[in-house]
């Protein structure tokens, strides 16, 4: 059974850090596949962050939204099977549930796996 497992949410004010990690079982091949990070406040829509290897075979290109850039960063430890999602200079508008996203496209199937999501409240 493939399983995602996000950690690293928690409380902080506005201006401090979280690095969340996203560690992928041992249920298939981490290194394939393109990993993102999405994030849903409460009432709003799940909304991409993030994403390592997004239309990359060689799954090391990064791609932010484009209010994030310069304050997040995206890397994977394809030998720990985890992406790192290292937030930097938060506001209260990131308070959300972060999730994380793995997705395979070959020919003939997609696989999109999803954690259980981390809670960042960010506090003003």
């Known amino acids: 059974e493939v399983q995602l497992v996000e950690s690293g949410g928690g409380l902080v004010q506005a201006g401090g850090s979280l690095t969340l990690s996203c560690v992928g079982g041992?249920?298939?091949?981490?290194?394939?596949?393109?990993i993102a990070w999405f994030r849903q406040a409460p009432g709003k829509e799940r909304e991409g962050v993030s994403c390592?290897?997004?239309?990359?075979?060689?799954?090391?290109?990064?791609y932010y939204a484009d209010s994030l850039k310069g304050r997040f960063t995206i890397s994977r430890d394809n030998a720990k099977n985890t992406v790192y999602l290292q937030m930097n200079s938060l506001k209260p508008e990131d308070t959300a549930v972060y999730y994380c996203?793995?997705?395979?496209?070959?020919?003939?199937?997609?696989?999109?796996?999803w954690g259980q999501g981390t809670q960042v409240t960010v506090s003003s």
């Open positions: 041992s249920g298939f091949t981490f290194d394939e596949y393109a």
């Open positions: 390592i290897g997004c239309f990359d075979s060689i799954k090391g290109t990064t």
């Open positions: 996203n793995a997705i395979l496209l070959t020919w003939d199937k997609m696989y999109n796996y």
